[in-house]
């Protein structure tokens, strides 16, 4: 199996063991884009799709120094920087990410704001580009690729 660690990623974090359903069909021939890897629920996927042993995994997240820290841990690991809001990083991860026919977006915020806090207009703002605008930037340009778990 793959060349990953004998202890999991989510495990040394203490975050145990997550095993979406959705996951229950990826292959050994799959090519998976996980974008917003470096974070708790990222690497549980991590974790489970490296058992599941995939071929490529594209990890992305905006701490590139994390995500090349756990591309060191098994070679199928392709660390790439990604800001789902920036336009800019959208098109370079979709440029490295051609032959993704699966992908998980864990990209998402919640900033909690009172509606009567002054910036609460901004907060709302940030949270629609993160979770709507930019995850629709991100997954339509892989639309011919994906398949739908």
Same mark, same amino acid.
């Given at each position: 199996?793959?060349?990953?660690?004998?202890?999991?990623?989510?495990?040394?974090?203490?975050?145990?063991?997550?095993?979406?359903?959705?996951?229950?069909?990826?292959? %050994?021939?799959?090519? *998976?884009?996980?974008? #917003?890897?470096?974070? /708790?629920?990222? &690497?549980?996927?991590?974790?489970?799709?490296?058992k599941r042993e995939v071929?490529?995994?594209?990890?992305?997240?905006?701490?590139?120094?994390?995500?090349?820290?756990?591309?060191?841990?098994?070679?199928?690991?392709?660390?790439?920087?990604? %800001?789902?809001?920036? *336009?800019?990083?959208? #098109?370079?991860?979709? /440029?490295?990410? &051609?032959?993704?026919?699966i992908i998980i977006n864990?990209?998402?915020?919640?900033?909690?704001?009172?509606?009567?806090?002054?910036?609460?207009?901004?907060?709302?703002?940030?949270?629609?580009?993160?979770?709507?605008?930019?995850?629709?930037?991100?997954?339509?340009?892989?639309?011919?690729?994906?398949?739908?778990?």
């Amino acid at each position: 199996m793959g060349n990953s660690p004998a202890g999991s990623i989510t495990g040394a974090l203490g975050l145990g063991t997550i095993t979406p359903l959705s996951l229950m069909h990826v292959s %050994d021939f799959s090519a *998976v884009g996980t974008f #917003n890897a470096d974070g /708790g629920i990222g &690497k549980a996927f991590i974790d489970e799709l490296l058992k599941r042993e995939v071929t490529k995994l594209y990890i992305s997240g905006i701490n590139i120094e994390i995500l090349n820290l756990i591309a060191q841990l098994d070679n199928r690991l392709i660390p790439i920087r990604l %800001d789902i809001t920036n *336009v800019e990083d959208i #098109n370079l991860c979709v /440029g490295k990410c &051609k032959d993704v026919n699966i992908i998980i977006n864990n990209a998402g915020i919640e900033l909690k704001s009172n509606l009567l806090e002054i910036n609460a207009s901004n907060k709302f703002d940030k949270e629609i580009k993160v979770n709507f605008t930019g995850a629709m930037q991100l997954t339509n340009p892989f639309k011919k690729a994906i398949r739908i778990l």
